[in-house]
């Protein structure tokens, strides 16, 4: 994995986990406008996740590390992202973007943690789509305790 210092959030929480990863995806951007990424064509993306909270669980964790990756790169590993039911051909919020998968990882890690008794948040997702392009999403009114 690649050494990488991501930018962090600001927070109030008393713990703080990242949880650093990579999966291999195809997509192709259904718009006139995404020139040849129109096109199948694929990537590793390489992904950070971030998670905060003040509670640990009944094991001592905010999160087991083994449950986000299960999330997201049992899901989204050697798959072709426009076959998610999370994607949309024609709806260009649902395009699979990396703006688009960022948010719709940090959806279902965040689906995830409020069902937990600990209820941590997911802060930020950091998806990095090839050595010169990523992404950096956080949720507006998120339950961040903000400093």
Not at 78 to 104: G, I, K, M
């Amino acid at each position: 994995m690649m050494q990488q210092i991501y930018p962090a959030p600001a927070h109030n929480f008393s713990y703080e986990l990242n949880k650093d990863f990579h999966f291999s995806a195809a997509h192709a951007i259904p718009s006139e406008d995404a020139g040849k990424c129109r096109h199948v064509h694929g990537h590793t993306y390489y992904v950070n996740i971030t998670v905060a909270g003040d509670e640990l669980d009944h094991a001592g964790f905010l999160i087991n590390f083994k449950k986000i990756k299960e999330l997201i790169h049992d899901r989204f590993d050697h798959s072709l992202l426009n076959d998610d039911q999370l994607f949309s051909q024609v709806d260009p919020d649902y395009f699979p973007t990396t703006e688009v998968v960022a948010r719709s990882i940090w959806e279902i890690i965040e689906q995830h943690l409020e069902q937990t008794d600990n209820k941590p948040t997911c802060l930020q997702v950091f998806l990095r789509e090839t050595p010169t392009s990523y992404v950096l999403y956080r949720p507006k009114g998120n339950r961040h305790g903000k400093s």
